[in-house]
Nanobody, 126 residues
Framework: QLQLVESGGGLVQAGGSLRLSCAAS????????MGWFRQAPGKEREFVAA????????DYADSVKGRFTIARDNAKNTLFLEMNSLKREDTAIYYC???????????????????WGQGTQVTVSL
């Protein structure tokens, strides 16, 4: 079992920045591909960004490319999402997720992730 706890969400004005963190505990964090997903009110959960277990590759949704950066610190069992130039449409609950390295497939597929955090709210105002 891998436990994931997100933090860092909040209220920010459009154009501002936030840094989300996801603390992992329970198993070998460095054996998991990690991802960020989000869900806005009335919408389905969508992929935001992912980083492979070796940090050798990353993937981003087109809507956040150039504005968001995903990173991980395997020594501290922590995943990050640096969000810049925030827009109102970025408002959502943000979830971190983990997928064991043995599970292949595209990093953007939510159904391939085994563990999820409880989410942290990000609200972007005008």
């Amino acid at each position: 079992q891998l436990q994931l706890v997100e933090s860092g969400g909040g209220l920010v004005q459009a154009g501002g920045s936030l840094r989300l963190s996801c603390a992992a505990s329970g198993r070998a964090f460095n054996m998991y591909t990690m991802g960020w997903f989000r869900q806005a009110p009335g919408k389905e959960r969508e992929f935001v960004a992912a980083i492979s277990w070796r940090e050798s590759s990353t993937d981003y949704a087109d809507s956040v490319k150039g504005r968001f950066t995903i990173a991980r610190d395997n020594a501290k069992n922590t995943l990050f999402l640096e969000m810049n130039s925030l827009k109102r449409e970025d408002t959502a609950i943000y979830y971190c997720a983990a997928r064991h390295v043995s599970r292949g497939g595209t990093m953007s597929a939510a159904g391939r992730y085994d563990y999820w955090g409880q989410g942290t709210q990000v609200t972007v105002s005008l």
